[in-house]
């Protein structure tokens, strides 16, 4: 319940403490003495609602400063929630956009490594067919050599004149089996020249 203070006037109580002091040197015994209590006990209480009315005005303007500072700390409390809501819509998007990514990582990762996994599996495979190529190259080359063409071609020359010579002497199975080395030598040398060419 609060009380409204009224302000005293400037300074009543001294003309009243003046009069009653008058009258007490004018009245003897008992009476004077009141008067002279009375005088000094309205002084007393002046001296007191001043004090009270002094202390009301303090109190008034740090209950004001107060007020103020409580309704600034609750805007500033206000804004600091809706920055912390703030960060806190931050924080859930970042950690949702973190998430995603992460997810796509991992399925680029595992997609990667099924790429990889395939790549590996494909890579044994040719390198057994390049083995099995090696060793079919490798017998090959144990049953067949590499000869110039220009030796093919003298030495199928060589084979005419030997099956002309033959054929003087009348050797007719000489001259055929020169015959046949140099038809030989001849199918040698028409597979030969798609490659030559």
């Given at each position: 319940m609060s009380a409204t203070v009224v302000p005293l006037p400037p300074n009543p109580s001294s003309e009243t403490t003046d009069f009653l002091r008058r009258m007490a040197s004018m009245v003897s015994g008992r009476n004077g003495e009141m008067l002279l209590r009375a005088a000094a006990l309205i002084e007393s209480l002046t001296q007191r609602a001043m004090s009270a009315e002094r202390l009301y005005h303090r109190e008034h303007e740090e209950n004001t400063r107060n007020s103020d500072l409580r309704e600034a700390g609750e805007m500033?409390?206000?804004?600091?929630?809706?920055?912390?809501?703030?960060?806190?819509?931050?924080?859930a998007e970042v950690t949702a956009a973190a998430a995603a990514e992460r997810a796509a990582f991992d399925a680029k990762r595992g997609s990667l490594l099924g790429l990889m996994q395939h790549a590996e599996s494909h890579i044994g495979k040719l390198t057994?067919?390049?083995?099995?190529?090696?060793?079919?190259?490798?017998?090959?080359?144990?049953?067949?050599?590499?000869?110039?063409?220009?030796v093919l071609r003298l030495a199928r020359t060589q084979f005419d004149v030997l099956s002309a010579g033959f054929a003087r002497k009348g050797d007719v199975i000489s001259q055929a089996m020169s015959e046949i080395g140099g038809f030989a030598i001849d199918q040698a040398l028409t597979v030969k020249k798609p490659d030559t060419a």
């Amino acid at each position: 319940m609060s009380a409204t203070v009224v302000p005293l006037p400037p300074n009543p109580s001294s003309e009243t403490t003046d009069f009653l002091r008058r009258m007490a040197s004018m009245v003897s015994g008992r009476n004077g003495e009141m008067l002279l209590r009375a005088a000094a006990l309205i002084e007393s209480l002046t001296q007191r609602a001043m004090s009270a009315e002094r202390l009301y005005h303090r109190e008034h303007e740090e209950n004001t400063r107060n007020s103020d500072l409580r309704e600034a700390g609750e805007m500033a409390s206000d804004a600091m929630v809706k920055q912390i809501d703030a960060l806190r819509s931050q924080l859930a998007e970042v950690t949702a956009a973190a998430a995603a990514e992460r997810a796509a990582f991992d399925a680029k990762r595992g997609s990667l490594l099924g790429l990889m996994q395939h790549a590996e599996s494909h890579i044994g495979k040719l390198t057994s067919e390049l083995e099995t190529l090696h060793a079919s190259v490798d017998s090959f080359n144990e049953t067949a050599i590499s000869v110039p063409i220009e030796v093919l071609r003298l030495a199928r020359t060589q084979f005419d004149v030997l099956s002309a010579g033959f054929a003087r002497k009348g050797d007719v199975i000489s001259q055929a089996m020169s015959e046949i080395g140099g038809f030989a030598i001849d199918q040698a040398l028409t597979v030969k020249k798609p490659d030559t060419a």
